[in-house]
């Protein structure tokens, strides 16, 4: 079973920065493309970040883009998310995403949300 260990939410104001973590508890392959996702209330799950399981490629979503970063620690099974200027739309709850790879597999996180793995998500409020 992968189970995948948030941590780092938290309520804010607009501008300031705030850094997700994310880590794939017991598992002893580290080939996992992982991301993030959100879903603000009343709203679809939305697309946020993706990194390859080597780390070496990255994936943002529009709303994010220039704004946020997506990185992963040199176990490759811990992932963090920058989050720079936030604005009140980012107000939402982010939930890390991860899928196994081939080790050939360089892309990163599919931003199709049907993902088999998922954490238990982390609020984030960002308040005007």
């Known amino acids: 079973q992968v189970q995948l260990v948030e941590s780092g939410g938290g309520l804010v104001q607009a501008g300031d920065s705030l850094r997700l973590s994310c880590t794939i508890a017991?598992?002893?392959?580290?080939?996992?493309?992982m991301g993030w996702f959100r879903q603000a209330p009343g709203k679809g799950r939305e697309f946020v970040a993706g990194?390859?399981?080597?780390?070496?490629?990255?994936d943002y979503g529009d709303s994010v883009t220039g704004r946020f970063i997506i990185s992963k620690d040199n176990s490759k099974t811990t992932v963090y998310l920058q989050m720079n200027s936030l604005k009140p739309e980012d107000t939402a709850i982010y939930y890390c995403?991860?899928?196994?790879?081939?080790?050939?597999?360089?892309?990163?996180?599919?931003?199709?949300?049907?993902?088999?793995?998922w954490g238990q998500g982390t609020q984030v409020t960002v308040s005007s």
């Open positions: 017991k598992q002893r392959h580290s080939m996992y493309a």
């Open positions: 990194i390859s399981w080597s780390g070496g490629s990255t």
């Open positions: 995403a991860a899928d196994l790879k081939d080790p050939m597999d360089t892309r990163p996180l599919n931003r199709d949300s049907r993902v088999p793995y």
